[in-house]
């Protein structure tokens, strides 16, 4: 990846705002303030703000910064870890000067002005990993390297995941050579709380296995909110179920209610090994082949996509 002109484009600008996903992961909001940091500690005077609505609860991260429509008119936008313009978690990205898009994803609905991407990295904290790395006249202090460490380790899933490579690999070494407490970072991103916990049980207990190989919950409002978790925050313990060998594919849905009342699905869809994007895609949602998410999924949709994940299997 020729990551030049995302370095010349960062010179020129005086202002930048920095854009990703909604329902954001640590891989989201780890690029977009690792991003952030390094352009603060290397280019004195530049107007640099992480937008977004939404946040992670999955460790701990600096608040995002209110930014009126002058400022997003007058900067580039670096929109990150987001495949297409629809889960940018502002819209207004698209008024800047100029959009730069940076993603791991399949780059199925190209936008922006300029796109970088690298679908066989294993998160977009792995290519700004490199992208510092290779200009190693700047700074690539600690702090930044927590932020993208934290969003490759999650995105991969302690380094579990079908597209962990030895590039990724390398990243994590990379980042590791500036002094991280690993052990400390992992227990940051993946330890629960009392309550977590507690939700994790409801999910093994509320888990339906159709021929021992398919597993989804669905989660109403009422239950995850009763744990102190937004659907976002609920929807990340999909994880839980990927350590059951049995399951090779496996999802967690949560509901909300529309404007007229009625109830609606989002989801995270994960497989071991079998493409499940497509299925996704289907429903206006995306991602990897064995990551991918679906948002206001109708019954109907429900009923239709539990069919497609179970014959997938």
């Known amino acids: 990846m020729d990551f030049s002109v995302l370095l010349e484009e960062i010179k020129q600008a005086?202002?930048?705002?920095?854009?990703?996903?909604?329902s954001p992961d640590c891989d989201?909001?780890?690029?977009?303030?690792?991003?952030?940091?390094?352009?603060?500690?290397?280019?004195?005077?530049?107007?640099?703000?992480?937008?977004?609505?939404?946040?992670?609860?999955?460790?701990?991260?600096?608040?995002?910064?209110?930014?009126?429509?002058?400022?997003?008119?007058?900067?580039?936008?670096?929109?990150?870890?987001?495949?297409?313009?629809q889960r940018v978690d502002d819209e207004r990205f698209a008024q800047a000067l100029k959009v730069i898009k940076v993603d791991h994803h399949p780059?199925?609905?190209?936008?922006?002005?300029?796109?970088?991407?690298?679908d066989s990295a294993a998160a977009t904290c792995e290519i700004l990993t490199f992208f510092f790395d290779t200009y190693k006249e700047y700074v690539?202090?600690?702090?930044?390297?927590?932020?993208?460490?934290?969003?490759?380790?999650?995105?991969?899933?302690n380094y579990t995941t079908n597209n962990t490579t030895q590039e990724t690999l390398k990243a994590g070494g990379i980042l590791a050579s500036t002094g991280l407490d690993l052990s400390k970072i992992s227990h940051d991103v993946f330890d629960n709380s009392i309550r977590g916990f507690k939700f994790t049980g409801y999910i093994i207990s509320h888990t339906e296995v159709l021929d021992n190989a398919f597993a989804y919950v669905i989660i109403d409002e009422e239950t995850y909110t009763s744990y102190g978790l937004n659907a976002s925050d609920a929807r990340s313990f999909v994880g839980k179920l990927s350590n059951v060998r049995d399951f090779s594919v496996y999802a967690v849905f949560t509901t909300k209610k529309d404007a007229s009342g009625k109830t609606l699905y989002?989801?995270?869809?994960?497989?071991?090994?079998?493409?499940?994007?497509?299925?996704?895609e289907k429903f206006g949602g995306g991602g990897h082949a064995c990551a991918?998410?679906?948002?206001?999924?109708?019954?109907?949709?429900?009923?239709?996509?539990?069919?497609?994940?179970?014959?997938?299997?």
């Not at 202002?15 to 909604?22: A, D, E, L, S, Y």
């Not at 992670?56 to 495949?83: C, G, K, Y």
């Not at 989002?266 to 996704?280: E, P, T, V």
């Open 266 to 280: 989002d989801g995270s869809l994960r497989s071991k090994k079998n493409r499940i994007n497509d299925i996704a």
């Open 292 to 313: 991918a998410g679906v948002k206001n999924l109708t019954q109907e949709n429900m009923t239709n996509i539990l069919n497609l994940l179970r014959k997938r299997i």
């Open 107 to 118: 780059d199925r609905e190209p936008f922006g002005d300029i796109c970088l991407i690298n």
């Open 28 to 85: 989201a909001v780890g690029s977009q303030f690792a991003l952030k940091n390094w352009i603060e500690e290397n280019f004195e005077g530049k107007h640099v703000y992480a937008c977004g609505k939404e946040v992670t609860h999955q460790a701990e991260w600096p608040d995002n910064d209110e930014v009126n429509d002058d400022i997003i008119a007058s900067s580039i936008a670096i929109v990150l870890d987001t495949a297409n313009k």
């Open 140 to 157: 690539f202090s600690q702090k930044t390297a927590e932020y993208l460490y934290r969003g490759l380790l999650t995105d991969s899933l």
């Open 14 to 22: 005086d202002t930048i705002t920095i854009f990703r996903h909604v």
